[in-house]
């Protein structure tokens, strides 16, 4: 069976240190990968997508960007977090090709700017 | 588009209680729909989902109905449990959407005991 990995749970890190936040699928091979962020008490905003190694799509300009080094593999990163980083990010994964399926989320990362 | 700027509207039932969440959706071209329960600091897990050639589909005390000549979606828990307290997502997905999905603001809902 599939599964998703996230990692860390939580995090806490100061105003202008860098980021990493790694997920990991298996079970899978090329599956649509995602980031989403979520600011507490309100929806999902995606953040980037993947259909493919180093195939990577940006939603919305700001201060993080994503890499899928391997095909399963995908993370999202900041040189230097500002504190409107501050957030439940989530990674997800689909079947390709797109639509028609479900999305399948991890566990999620609260990250606290401080 | 997302509606990722708005405070979570809230549905509190009584335990027992039939619940009704609703959603409306953007694009009259989406094909396939989800609905998503998340739970508080975890991510959302998958209920139901529907297709765009069907208006009805029931599940284990859910059903989703769909209407796409005013685009809405609903989700109906019976007889509601506390365990049922959570945020409820809707998601449309399109392949003009490339591989995404569209997601609603959600609902909070929660189970009076």
């Known amino acids: 069976s599939q599964t998703i990995h996230q990692w860390p749970a939580t995090l806490v890190q100061p105003v202008g240190s860098p980021l990493s936040l790694e997920c990991t699928v298996e079970?899978?091979?090329?599956?649509?990968l995602y980031w989403y962020r979520q600011a507490a008490g309100r929806g999902l905003q995606l953040l980037f997508y993947?259909?493919?190694?180093?195939?990577i799509s940006s939603e919305v300009p700001q201060n993080l960007s994503a890499s899928r080094p391997q095909d399963r593999q995908f993370i999202l990163s900041s040189k230097k977090l500002l504190l409107s980083d501050s957030g439940f990010y989530l990674c997800?994964?689909?079947?390709?090709?797109?639509?028609?399926?479900?999305?399948?989320f991890g566990q999620g990362t609260r990250l606290t700017v401080v | 588009g997302e509606s990722v700027g708005l405070h979570l509207p809230t549905l509190s039932v009584q335990e027992g209680d039939n619940s009704i969440i609703n959603c409306a959706y953007s694009?009259?071209?989406?094909?396939?729909f989800i609905w998503y329960k998340q739970e508080s600091g975890k991510g959302p897990q998958f209920i139901i989902d529907i297709r765009s050639n069907m208006d009805k589909r029931q599940g284990q005390r859910v059903t989703v109905l769909l209407n796409k000549t005013v685009k809405h979606l609903s989700l109906q828990i019976a007889a509601t449990q506390p365990g049922d307290s959570a945020v409820y997502f809707c998601?449309?997905?399109?392949?003009?959407?490339?591989?995404?999905?569209?997601f609603g603001p959600g609902t909070r809902l929660s189970v009076l005991p």
């Open positions: 997800a994964w689909s079947v390709q090709p797109g639509g028609g399926t479900e999305a399948f």
């Open positions: 694009n009259s071209a989406s094909d396939y």
């Open positions: 993947s259909i493919g190694i180093d195939q």
């Open positions: 079970g899978t091979s090329n599956p649509n």
């Open positions: 998601a449309e997905n399109h392949n003009n959407y490339g591989q995404n999905f569209v």
